[in-house]
């Protein structure tokens, strides 16, 4: 079983910083890529940011020069550092995990969201 814990949400004012964090735990062979990914009330889920085993990564449009991810591979750790906050960044922020277990089984894993909220 493998589980994905977020921390690091909040309240927070414009212009602010904030740092999300993800941990995968369990039944982990390897981890391919994590990222991010947000929802805002009455939108789709979208791609904020990922990265890859070997450090490739990609940022949506929305948060270049902005958020930066980065990744703790030995930890099984991946980090959102978000800057600049607007409040078009208020969502739902999830970990994605794409990696394969122990049965060697390939397939991506959500944690349970924190919220962001960007207001003054």
């Known amino acids: 079983q493998v589980r994905l814990v977020e921390s690091g949400g909040g309240l927070v004012q414009p212009g602010a910083s904030l740092r999300l964090s993800c941990a995968a735990s369990g039944s982990i062979l390897r981890i391919n890529a994590m990222g991010w990914y947000r929802q805002a009330p009455g939108k789709q889920r979208e791609l904020v940011a990922s990265?890859?085993?070997?450090?490739?990564?990609n940022y949506a449009d929305s948060v270049k020069g902005r958020f930066t991810i980065s990744r703790d591979n030995a930890q099984n750790t991946v980090y959102l550092q978000m800057n600049s906050l607007k409040a078009e960044d208020t969502a739902v922020y999830y970990c994605?995990?794409?990696?394969?277990?122990?049965?060697?089984?390939?397939?991506?894993?959500w944690g349970q969201g924190t919220q962001v909220t960007v207001s003054s």
């Open positions: 990265v890859t085993s070997g450090g490739s990564r």
């Open positions: 994605n995990a794409d990696l394969t277990n122990y049965s060697i089984v390939r397939r991506a894993y």
